[in-house]
């Protein structure tokens, strides 16, 4: 039984980016970014490298290898265990993009504002 529940961040309209980004990667590498995110609930704030890495201020990456392809799923902690993806990108450069880091950064803001609301659904 996992310790910790992994939650895809919704756009107001529903829609949960971190699962869309999944489903566009290939079979394998979806396989194993999938493989990660139960180690993550597993393993939950006691995740460390090669797994994790805590980039700034709360936001955290998921990394996954596979071959010469790397995958990032940037995440941050909510009470309860629970964690929330906010962002999937395929990495290409040696330092995740600040862009990436930014927009999990907006996204954590706007599920608490929503949440804090009643209207995070």
Do not use: C
């Given at each position: 039984?996992?310790?910790?529940?992994?939650?895809?961040?919704?756009?107001?309209?529903?829609?949960?980016p971190?699962?869309?980004f999944?489903?566009s990667?290939?079979?394998?590498m979806?396989?194993k970014?999938?493989?990660n995110?139960?180690l993550?609930?597993?393993?939950?704030n006691?995740a460390?490298?090669?797994l994790?890495?805590?980039?700034e201020?709360?936001?955290?990456?998921?990394?996954?290898?596979e071959?010469?392809n790397?995958?990032?799923?940037?995440?941050f902690?909510?009470?309860?265990?629970?964690?929330?993806?906010t962002?999937g990108f395929?990495k290409?450069?040696?330092?995740?993009p600040?862009?990436?880091?930014?927009?999990?950064?907006q996204?954590?803001?706007?599920?608490?504002k929503?949440?804090e609301?009643?209207i995070?659904?």
């Amino acid at each position: 039984m996992a310790n910790f529940s992994v939650d895809f961040y919704r756009e107001i309209d529903g829609r949960k980016p971190v699962g869309i980004f999944i489903r566009s990667l290939d079979i394998k590498m979806k396989a194993k970014v999938v493989a990660n995110l139960h180690l993550l609930e597993e393993y939950g704030n006691l995740a460390r490298e090669p797994l994790s890495k805590e980039l700034e201020d709360g936001i955290f990456e998921l990394r996954t290898i596979e071959e010469n392809n790397l995958v990032r799923i940037l995440y941050f902690f909510d009470k309860n265990r629970i964690i929330i993806a906010t962002n999937g990108f395929i990495k290409k450069q040696q330092k995740t993009p600040i862009s990436e880091i930014a927009l999990a950064k907006q996204r954590r803001a706007d599920y608490h504002k929503r949440k804090e609301a009643g209207i995070y659904e």
